[in-house]
């Protein structure tokens, strides 16, 4: 037994992220190279497999890492990889793979997640919804961004996590230009890569920094393992290459924590960075509840919650983050009040709870902000793909003002719906209460949250986004019909793998929640460590499990977490569930108002005045005006034809005359250089 526990950690933990990868590359080479037309079942099957051993060798390794003494993590090290550097300065890095009780987590709900997802375009391309030349791209998309996630969830050093990190924005940014030949799926695409690069050049830079801090303080290293023992002997460290003009340096493990929020904000769609994700809503449905739940904003929360250690020497940076998720939790919940098409609706919703998460990290309430994290990947997942099939349904309408009194005919779909509504505005006992209250505890007991503040805007954000999800609830299923031919259409809830994959999220959508309450919702049933979650993420990140917030302070914040929910949603109810959309409000102000917050104050439009049309308007007339025209075409092109055509009427029209002593002492000459080299 102790020869198979050995193996198991020393040569299985690859295959959780290589299986991924690997089907993904088949994929590839399937549509890309080889151009074959495989059918439907074998994609599914290819895929499904990798899936599926990858969650069984997670469980494995699972059982393996609780038995294990204090947790220690499993490592399996494929052998060396890169290396460099002299003396104190040299370094290496393995080709590693790391399962603790932070990737363990991460690692199975990921794949769980991507399984369900699975089974749900399964379920549309067996109903003909998707055929069969998108179902294998998409499942090729899929493969890679599940592999990327899982290894940047399971690398044990930087070089192997920034190659995660790039598969998952690589794998980002081709869903977002999925429908390639619309102009809109084009301008998210590049919107999306130039997004990904912000975070990519901040992840960059902070492993940069952090690796030349430690270089010169004589610990190199690039494992996670070694950062964590040693960033120690970064502290009172300033910034060299600033230290060096005289001006006031700053320090360097701030700069590092700022790097590190820099690229957590670009994944996290979290202002001012949010728009890659506000415009990609022509994702194809099964990406769009991947990305959004178990993958794209999964690994800008992981990268925090990995160097959680390392934030809280960095104070500046968490302040920083606090100021991030609080203005994307309050605007993007006014946004998501507003909007009219579902697809945005969702996005700014995923935007405004990642900024709740936002909050959580950076008041060091990790293990809960961890925990938000999950539940919302099930109630977003449940959502997405809900909301998803009823868009189908109504033969791609999306636009809310088109929709109404669904719910009538769609029964089971709408009753999924409103479970997953609930449960994502934090209404007692689904899974969403309990890890939205658990934050608001900390920020209840932080001594960042200045004389109250910060816990009013955090309340009347999660009051709006109640509304906000009322608002659409009743929008869709409830009040008249009103898309023109849609009361004489039949429609129907979904079925076969559709359904099931819509019945497993909302299971976990229920329950999630009751897996791993605080200990104070543990306390009164004589549960001891209830946040099981928690007590196993301290061996990984830093922080308490739980609040220290018990007694009448507790569920004065319970009561008024209960009552701000309640009136979001009664204000909607009575608003839109009888008469359903009303239009535009009549009074100017008003409606430049609502108009305002449905743009979310024009930010995208800040950046096409401020950035893309003087980025464009110097391209056209550096690149297209300058470089291409004057200097290729006419320099060039022109004058290098002009050359050759100049060359051959003067110097080989000479050769070319038909004597037959100017071809006989060419040929001599050439047998002269010929012999020359030969001897030589």
Not at 589 to 616: C, G
Request: charged residues 15%.
């Amino acid at each position: 037994m102790e020869a198979w526990d050995e193996s198991l950690s020393a040569s299985l933990i690859r295959w959780i992220a290589i299986l991924p990868m690997l089907s993904a590359v088949v994929h590839g080479l399937l549509i890309g190279i080889v151009r074959t037309k495989m059918s439907a079942r074998s994609v599914w099957t290819i895929s499904l497999s990798a899936l599926g051993a990858s969650f069984a060798l997670s469980m494995l390794s699972l059982f393996e890492l609780v038995g294990a003494s204090e947790n220690e993590p499993l490592l399996d090290t494929l052998g060396p990889w890169i290396g460099g550097g002299v003396g104190k300065r040299s370094f290496s890095a393995e080709l590693a793979f790391q399962f603790d009780t932070l990737s363990a987590v991460f690692s199975l709900s990921v794949v769980a997640i991507a399984i369900a997802i699975y089974l749900f375009t399964i379920g549309l391309q067996r109903s003909g919804e998707i055929d069969d030349e998108s179902g294998h791209r998409t499942f090729a998309m899929l493969d890679l961004l599940v592999g990327s996630t899982l290894i940047l969830i399971l690398a044990d050093n930087f070089l192997l996590f920034f190659m995660g990190w790039t598969g998952v924005g690589i794998a980002s940014q081709l869903f977002s230009s999925f429908a390639f030949d619309t102009k809109g799926s084009a301008r998210a695409g590049a919107t999306t890569f130039v997004i990904a690069r912000i975070g990519d050049l901040g992840l960059l830079g902070a492993m940069l920094l952090l690796f030349d801090g430690l270089s010169r303080a004589g610990a190199a290293s690039l494992t996670f393992r070694g950062i964590r023992g040693a960033y120690r002997l970064l502290e009172g460290q300033e910034l060299l290459l600033v230290q060096q003009t005289g001006f006031g340096a700053p320090d360097l493990l701030e700069m590092v924590g700022l790097g590190l929020v820099l690229a957590a904000a670009t994944k996290c769609a979290q202002l001012p960075l949010h728009i890659w994700l506000t415009n990609a809503i022509a994702l194809p449905i099964p990406a769009a509840a991947l990305m959004q739940s178990a993958t794209t904003v999964v690994a800008g929360v992981y990268v925090l919650l990995r160097f959680s250690f390392l934030l809280e020497s960095a104070p500046g940076a968490m302040t920083v983050l606090i100021v991030v998720g609080v203005s994307t939790l309050f605007l993007a919940s006014l946004a998501a009040a507003t909007q009219l098409d579902v697809s945005r609706f969702l996005a700014y919703t995923t935007a405004s709870h990642l900024g709740l998460v936002m909050i959580g990290i950076g008041l060091g309430a990790y293990s809960s902000a961890a925990f938000h994290l999950l539940t919302h990947a099930f109630m977003k997942g449940l959502l997405i793909l809900a909301l998803g099939f009823v868009c189908i349904a109504l033969r791609g309408e999306t636009d809310l003002r088109k929709m109404g009194g669904i719910g009538v005919q769609m029964r089971w779909t709408h009753w999924v719906v409103a479970i997953g509504f609930l449960a994502l505005a934090g209404f007692p006992p689904l899974s969403g209460f309990f890890s939205i209250e658990e934050l608001l505890a900390f920020v209840h007991v932080s001594e960042r949250a200045e004389s109250g503040a910060l816990l009013l805007i955090v309340l009347v954000s999660l009051g709006i986004l109640a509304f906000a999800m009322g608002r659409v609830f009743f929008l869709i299923f409830w009040g008249g019909v009103r898309s023109s031919g849609l009361a004489e259409r039949r429609l129907q809830d979904p079925a076969g793998w559709t359904q099931h994959a819509l019945t497993g999220f909302a299971v976990m959508t229920v329950v999630a929640g009751w897996l791993t309450p605080s200990q104070f919702w543990g306390d009164p049933w004589g549960v001891a460590k209830s946040d099981s979650v928690g007590h196993f993420l301290v061996f990984s990140i830093a922080g308490a499990p739980d609040p220290d917030l018990v007694g009448a302070p507790r569920f004065e914040l319970v009561a008024a977490l209960v009552i701000v929910m309640a009136s979001g949603i009664g204000i909607s109810a009575y608003r839109y569930a009888r008469h359903g959309y009303r239009g535009e409000p009549e009074r100017p102000s008003l409606r430049i108002a609502i108009e305002t917050m449905r743009e979310m104050f024009y930010i995208d439009e800040l950046y096409q005045i401020v950035l893309v049309r003087p980025l464009r308007a110097v391209s056209r007339w550096a690149l297209v005006a300058g470089i291409e025209q004057r200097l290729l075409d006419r320099v060039v092109v022109t004058g290098g034809s002009g050359l050759v055509r100049r060359f051959v009427w003067t110097g080989l029209r000479r050769i070319q005359n038909g004597r037959l002593q100017s071809y006989a002492l060419l040929g001599l000459l050439t047998v002269l250089v010929v012999v020359t080299w030969m001897v030589s």
